[in-house]
């Protein structure tokens, strides 16, 4: 179960809020939509369900057009809003069965009882939905999405509001069903997407500004470059470090530490051993740094350290 995403672009009013987006997902992947607040994840997460409808661009899920067959589409996907809404004065199961029955769905009972088991709600199920905690609140939410076992789960900021121990449950829970579903959540949480994703891809502004695996995150900013921290056994001259072949900024981080940077395709750590024999230095350490994920986010939206 796929999604492709071609060239979409929604404005409201005079507001751009997705702008020429283009992705795919491939199935059985989890993607993470990071962003800062108003960068277009709910519009997006809107957009491949189709309650809202882009102003140009197309929405395929398993090569299904989402403007041309919303019943279709609907049918393949299941859909956790940001603000979750639900009927606080229904009971759980009462709910769900609600839920089970608007998708006309055979054997209500088992489908209810095996979603109930599956989202850890068995301890809360006789109780109104008003009296649960956040954290069963969500798995309210998430109970409705999965009910009638869709290919496709949409999840919008699926850990707002919860504690730390309501977070790593949730958290859980969603990497227990991307292991047979695709997955598609927005966040602003970098750890979130560390934790649960594969993919992650970066709106800014409504601008697709990344999209790559977890691991090749650091590699998607344009002017990325590599670093190298190290240390010597003396003060070591910071113009001559600058001399080093390919390497475009030092700073001195410590009284013998220093930071060397280089293009992203160089591996500058033989020429810094020799500088250090050349100038009677002896290395104690040296090491890659990688940017996390924090720092990759704030240069791709345009954020600097305050």
């Not at 049918?75 to 069965?97: A, F, H, K, S």
């Not at 109930?116 to 409705?144: D, H, M, N």
Request: with cysteine; net charge negative; glycine share 8%.
């Amino acid at each position: 179960m796929s999604i492709e995403i071609k060239n979409l672009t929604k404005v409201y009013g005079t507001q751009k809020a997705l702008d020429n987006v283009s992705f795919s997902v491939g199935s059985g992947t989890i993607v993470g939509f990071l962003g800062p607040n108003g960068a277009g994840k709910s519009t997006l997460m809107k957009t491949i369900t189709g309650l809202v409808s882009p102003t140009s661009g197309q929405v395929l899920v398993n090569g299904v057009d989402v403007a041309e067959n919303p019943a279709a589409v609907h049918r393949m996907i299941g859909y956790l809003p940001e603000n979750n809404p639900l009927y606080l004065d229904m009971y759980v199961r009462e709910y769900l069965t609600h839920v089970a029955d608007i998708y006309k769905l055979g054997n209500t009972r088992q489908v209810v009882d095996d979603v109930i088991e599956r989202t850890g709600l068995t301890p809360e199920c006789r109780k109104r939905i008003g009296e649960l905690s956040k954290g069963y609140k969500q798995r309210v939410g998430l109970a409705q999405a999965i009910i009638h076992n869709p290919q496709v789960l949409i999840l919008d900021e699926p850990t707002t509001g919860l504690d730390p121990n309501q977070i790593v449950e949730i958290r859980n829970l969603i990497v227990e069903l991307g292991r047979e579903k695709t997955i598609v959540l927005s966040t602003h949480i970098m750890q979130e997407v560390k934790a649960i994703c594969r993919e992650v891809a970066i709106l800014d502004h409504g601008v697709l500004v990344a999209n790559c695996g977890t691991e090749q995150i650091d590699n998607a900013v344009s002017h990325n470059r590599r670093q190298v921290e190290v240390e010597f056994n003396l003060p070591a001259d910071e113009k001559m470090l600058q001399q080093i072949a390919n390497i475009v900024a030092v700073e001195k981080t410590g009284a013998n530490t220093y930071v060397l940077e280089s293009e992203s395709d160089t591996d500058i750590r033989q020429d810094v051993f020799n500088f250090a024999v050349q100038h009677n230095l002896v290395v104690l350490a040296m090491q890659v740094k990688q940017k996390s994920m924090e720092e990759v986010f704030r240069e791709l939206t345009g954020k600097t350290n305050t």
